[in-house]
């Protein structure tokens, strides 16, 4: 087939994993007889460097026309006043909310390889298979925001449709899962969580095969370290996601393992490792590329509908977690590159 993805390396490592992930769609490419095109655009503070916005026109006009955009990392000390007015994060902002990518897909597994990494020494680990939904265009983050000298508000604003069309896409996804979903809401203090969970218990009557949960958000933060292995699709709104993904990712040994998908309703769509622009190791060759990576493969499977070109990177990125080369996070001494050329080299056994 052919597609049309979009690059946006952006700053800090992420020029250096994004091209781990370029590396593995050519590879994937090659190998299965695909014609994929490559268009590298500016975002964040590069393209604040280049020319003065944090998302410029013509990048966004790129994303907009391509078929699947990958992402590195916005962001670094050079751009962190936060009273600047152009800061990197607006960019990432702002193309979200112009592809209307509203449900961020979270995969988290923790690697039987990696366990040892964990900050839990918890049997319950190796079974840890969760698919957090987080609500990505609304909340709090995109809601209007006042300052005056001594007082401050942002408000958090949800509307049924917005709430429903994540639901629903979680719901359809514990499908093809485990059956299972956990919705996290406040909905004993905010209105924005009653809300939901009308939503919610509404739409699941038109799941009757899926078993749902609904959990307040500070318990949900317990329990995701106490009992990981208890749950399949969790979906939450835009700043609970946010929050409890990270504290996710720290289950699994390294932010640098895990990737994401952000979707709306289309087959375009934004992917991107969930860690940030990681300056303190910028510029050095030694970032792991597995999440970008593996959010290469969440864009075959999402965006291109290749489900077996995104296992065969999937099991090949399994092949180099379980043997190695790893990375310094994962207790290695390798680069970015030569872990990116063991998942070329596995990718090329495997098809
Ligand atoms: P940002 O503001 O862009 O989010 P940050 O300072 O929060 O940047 P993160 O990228 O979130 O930094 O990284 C937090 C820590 O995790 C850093 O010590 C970083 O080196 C490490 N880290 C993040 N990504 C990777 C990666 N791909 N490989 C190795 N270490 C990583
Ligand atoms: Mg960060």
């Given at each position: ?305 290749l489900e077996a070109e995104a296992v065969a990177v999937e099991t090949a990125v399994d092949q180099v977690l379980r043997h190695g080369p790893h990375t310094r996070d994962i207790g290695g001494s390798a680069g970015t590159a030569a872990v ?12």
């Amino acid at each position: 087939m052919k597609a049309h993805i979009v690059t946006l390396p952006g700053d800090g490592v992420g020029p250096e994993v994004t091209a781990a992930a370029v590396a593995v769609l050519k590879t994937v490419a090659a190998r299965y007889e695909h014609e994929f095109t490559f268009d590298e655009q500016l975002i964040g503070g590069a393209a604040i460097d280049a020319t003065g916005a944090p998302l410029p026109a013509e990048s966004l006009a790129a994303c907009q026309s391509a078929d699947a955009v990958l992402l590195g990392a916005v962001g670094g000390p050079k751009w962190s006043d936060p009273n600047s007015p152009v800061r990197p994060e607006q960019g990432l902002l702002a193309l979200r909310a112009a592809l209307g990518v509203y449900a961020n897909l979270r995969p988290l597994q923790v690697h039987p390889a990696l366990a040892d990494l964990s900050p839990l020494k918890n049997e319950k680990l190796e079974n840890v298979d969760v698919l957090f939904v987080r609500e990505l265009t609304g909340g709090a983050y995109f809601g209007a925001k006042t300052r005056t000298a001594d007082t401050a508000t942002d408000e958090c604003k949800y509307t049924v449709a917005e709430v429903e069309r994540v639901v629903r896409r979680a719901f359809e996804l514990a499908r093809g899962r485990r059956h299972h979903v956990t919705s996290v809401d406040k909905a004993n203090v905010l209105e924005t969580s009653r809300l939901w969970r009308s939503t919610v218990q509404r739409v699941a009557t038109d799941y009757p095969d899926v078993k749902v949960e609904h959990q307040l958000v500070d318990s949900m933060a317990m329990l995701l370290l106490t009992q990981p292995n208890r749950y399949d699709v969790v979906v939450t709104e835009n700043l609970f996601g946010d929050i409890l993904t990270d504290e996710a990712a720290a289950l699994a040994g390294s932010l640098g393992l895990l990737p994401s998908a952000s979707l709306g309703e289309g087959k375009a769509g934004l992917y991107e490792p969930i860690h940030g622009s990681a300056p303190d190791i910028a510029g050095h060759g030694v970032a792991n590329p597995v999440g970008a990576i593996l959010s290469a493969a969440m864009l075959l499977r999402h965006s291109l509908g290749l489900e077996a070109e995104a296992v065969a990177v999937e099991t090949a990125v399994d092949q180099v977690l379980r043997h190695g080369p790893h990375t310094r996070d994962i207790g290695g001494s390798a680069g970015t590159a030569a872990v990116c050329d063991a998942v070329l080299a596995a990718i090329d056994e495997h098809a």
